[in-house]
């Protein structure tokens, strides 16, 4: 039995670019990701909802800068949050949103916004549906929920701690029942060909495990391939064996863990490049 509906966050960061770059990858049907997306569908919100994100964002770093505020810029204007569904439990689209706004109901009032902040809030509301094939390997219908973390002039940090991500966990078990009449403590995950005591959310838990531990040493994989750039630049052979030496090691973590296609493409150009340029294998 599951525990809860599935809901997964994290932060989106790097700014307006961080926002704009969801924004795109939540309508893109041709991203390596969503090879077995079948519909993408608006919620609430469109192109202009992430601008307004991004705006809101902008003027509040504008004005940390005119108050002469110390500390470093803020990077995330936004948090995202993933409402899964296992495969064969299809809400409508017009079922996601109104569970999508029983959430943010919920989520507005733990955050004790007022009138014009919550207005601030609303207006500033992004959730896409990808509909997903119903059979065969990963996840089934989900829904991405995009949520403002400044309202006028106040960061909504609350957003980022565990107490709101369980407030939305119980609450999209509530609003899906409702809703829907889906209830998660009836669920029976279906496996096939994985054994006996995998299930399918387990399956999946382990899916995204995996992603993640490979995105991680991407982002490990470009800091060290940097410095060793850096370093071949300078002729700074102590530096350059150090960080080829890392290189070697990131490379054999990412090929154990079997990235999909095009990162695997990547890393095989990154790779040809430093072998070219230091004349040495890295196996």
């Known amino acids: 039995m599951l525990k809860n509906w599935t809901v997964t966050t994290q932060a989106v960061k790097n700014a307006t670019a961080g926002v704009m770059i969801r924004e795109k990858y939540l309508l893109s049907k ?24 991004a705006i809101a964002g902008e003027h509040f770093r504008t004005t940390q800068m005119l108050n002469n505020k110390g500390g470093r810029p803020l990077q995330s204007y936004a948090m995202e ?25 919920t989520v507005a009032k ?16 992004r959730a896409v549906v990808h509909q997903q094939k119903q059979q065969g390997l990963g996840a089934g219908d989900h829904v991405h929920l995009i949520m403002p973390k ?9 957003l980022q701690r565990k107490q709101v991500t369980r407030l939305i966990k119980q609450s999209f078990n509530s609003a899906v029942l409702e809703h829907t009449g889906y209830d998660y403590t009836q669920y029976v995950p279906k496996a096939t060909g994985r054994g006996k005591r ?8 382990q899916e995204a495990k995996r992603a993640l531990k490979i ?21 700074d052979e102590k530096q350059l064996n150090r960080q080829f030496n890392r290189l070697i090691k990131t490379f054999e973590e990412l090929a154990s863990l079997s990235p999909d296609e095009v990162t695997s493409k ?18």
Not at 81 to 105: A, H, K, N
Not at 150 to 158: S, T
Not at 270 to 280: E, G, H, P, V
């Open 30 to 53: 041709s991203h390596p990701n969503h090879k077995n997306t079948e519909r993408i569908l608006n919620l609430l919100g469109n192109q202009k909802t992430s601008q307004r994100i």
């Open 81 to 105: 949050f993933c409402l899964t569904m296992p495969q064969g439990y299809r809400p409508t689209p017009e079922q996601w949103r109104s569970i999508v706004r029983d959430i943010c109901i």
């Open 110 to 125: 733990k955050l004790e916004l007022t009138d014009v902040e919550f207005e601030h809030f609303k207006t500033r509301l």
């Open 266 to 283: 990547n890393i095989s150009l990154l790779k040809k490049d430093i072998q070219k340029k230091s004349n040495r294998d890295i196996i």
């Open 215 to 235: 995105q991680r040493l991407v982002t490990k994989l470009q800091n060290q391939s940097d410095k060793w750039f850096k370093a071949f630049s300078k002729n």
């Open 198 to 205: 995998l299930d399918e959310w387990q399956y999946q838990q």
């Open 150 to 158: 400044i309202v006028g002039a106040r960061i909504l940090k609350e």
